[in-house]
């Protein structure tokens, strides 16, 4: 399982993010179990996961709370333009990060759909692939 570096941990302890911890670790732990070598670093207001710990390596998913709204997560992942999942959507108006092309919102005490280790494996798979 990869791992978050320390300032997501730090950004977990704040106030601000106390009504997105669960949830948000809960999401991390499947978008981490994909590779022991993927991390999640805080950039800005999301945290973003690569396939590496360079700097450089590229972004498979990354995870939004949505401030406005407590409670929500919005998952951004990096998988072909024509995949289609039924929970899965274009990308939210304000949100636009190179690669990432299918999104998902994930609101507090909704289950999170048991299909996303397997979008986040294709995500990982495509993502490492675009970099060959």
Do not use: C
């Not at 950004?11 to 981490?32: C, G, H, Y």
């Not at 207001?45 to 709204?69: E, L, R």
Request: proline residues 8%.
């Amino acid at each position: 399982m990869g791992v978050l570096t320390q300032r997501v941990h730090d950004k977990l302890n704040a106030f601000q993010w106390t009504p997105f911890r669960d949830l948000f670790m809960q999401v991390s732990e499947v978008i981490l179990g994909i590779s022991p070598d993927s991390q999640g670093e805080l950039t800005g207001n999301y945290v973003k996961f690569t396939t590496g710990s360079d700097p450089m390596s590229p972004v498979y998913s990354v995870v939004w709370p949505k401030m406005s709204k407590p409670g929500r997560l919005i998952v951004g992942l990096a998988l072909p333009q024509d995949f289609l999942a039924e929970s899965l959507g274009p990308p939210p108006s304000q949100f636009s990060i190179r690669g990432l092309t299918k999104f998902l919102v994930i609101e507090k005490g909704q289950a999170i759909p048991e299909e996303l280790s397997e979008w986040v494996k294709r995500a990982y798979e495509q993502t490492l692939l675009s970099e060959k």
